[in-house]
């Protein structure tokens, strides 16, 4: 999954608009978020960017997570399928 095409999955699976979820992949990006110590500094980074609550913002971490999560999943099951 290519940048645009994880911005627009967070988009559809938590109604940001555009430039709230490339916000929310800038911090993805800027943090190693497979660390769990770094889970709590990027769901503020989400809150304070985007004005949200911790609740809300932890909503959207969680969404990006899986997105990720089941990204590489699938990459190791399937190395060579399509991109």
């Keep these: 999954m290519n940048k645009t095409a994880f911005i627009e999955e967070l988009k559809n699976k938590t109604g ?13 990006e800027s943090n190693f978020f497979l660390k769990k110590k770094n889970t709590d500094k990027i769901i503020s980074q989400i809150s304070e960017k985007l004005s949200f609550d911790n609740d809300k913002a932890k909503e959207i971490y969680d969404a990006a997570y899986d997105l990720i999560k089941n990204e590489i999943a699938g990459k190791i099951k399937h190395p060579f399928g399509p991109q």
Excluded: D, K
């Excluded at 940001?16 to 993805?28: G, S």
């Design 16 to 28: 940001l608009t555009e430039e709230q979820a490339a916000a929310v992949n800038e911090i993805f």
